[in-house]
T-cell receptor
């Protein structure tokens, strides 16, 4: 079973920041938080991952709470091409996918 | 660019035949590879985990004799669907990770249609 809880869908206006929440209250000490996204009929695309500290790369930022029980993926300036299903996954050696969040970016 | 490549991206086969899907890591040596299956509008379901040079570990409910997984080299894993049935039609996706457990990358996926 997936160890994460995400809202099933979210909307975002183009150019605005998209903040995608994820709850993972049963995360273990050595488990990472991974974020992937999947555009229809394609393999999942890696976005970012972290253990304790906040992380930032060219695609997004990952904010992990101090107790590590939740995190937020931030897409700073969403574009139409960011419309996808976003998966938050916690794990170390095996990634178990939940249902994800369908993010719809509109003009 | 892609660091994990799958081939073929789409395949149609007849019932009763076998079909092989390849998963290659392009930029690194993948000590562990994973195979997933995805039905339309559903999430990815882990089928098996394979480590180079050893037998694959299958998830509960996945028939190991039907879904043969081979991980003979550090850059290649194959999934063979044997005696294919129409219900085996699905989107199959692999992922790979190196021995340092850096980022886990996924392939582009392979659509299998059994007619």
């Amino acid at each position: 079973d997936a160890k994460t809880t995400q809202p099933p869908s979210m909307d975002c206006a183009e150019g605005r920041a998209a903040n995608l929440p994820c709850n993972h209250s049963t995360i273990s000490g050595n488990e990472y938080v991974y974020w992937y996204r999947q555009i229809h009929s394609q393999g999942p695309q890696y976005i970012i991952h972290g253990l304790k500290n906040n992380e930032t790369n060219e695609m997004a930022s990952l904010i992990i709470t101090e107790d590590r029980k939740s995190s937020t993926l931030i897409l700073p300036h969403a574009t139409l091409r960011d419309t996808a299903v976003y998966y938050c996954i916690v794990g170390y050696s095996t990634l178990t996918f939940g249902k994800g969040t369908m993010l719809l970016v509109s003009p | 660019g892609a660091v994990v490549s799958q081939h073929p991206s789409r395949v149609i086969c007849k019932s009763g035949t076998s079909v092989k899907i390849e998963c290659r890591s392009l930029d690194f040596q993948a000590t562990t590879m994973f195979w997933y299956r995805q039905f339309p509008k559903k999430s990815l379901m882990l089928m098996a985990t394979s480590n180079e040079g050893s037998k694959a570990t299958y998830e509960q409910g996945v028939e190991k004799d039907k879904f043969l997984i081979n991980h003979a080299s550090l850059t290649l894993s194959t999934l063979t669907v044997t005696s294919a049935h129409p219900e085996d039609s699905s989107f199959y996706i692999c992922s790979a990770v190196d021995k340092y457990w850096n980022t886990i990358y996924f392939g582009e996926g392979s659509w299998l249609t059994v007619v």
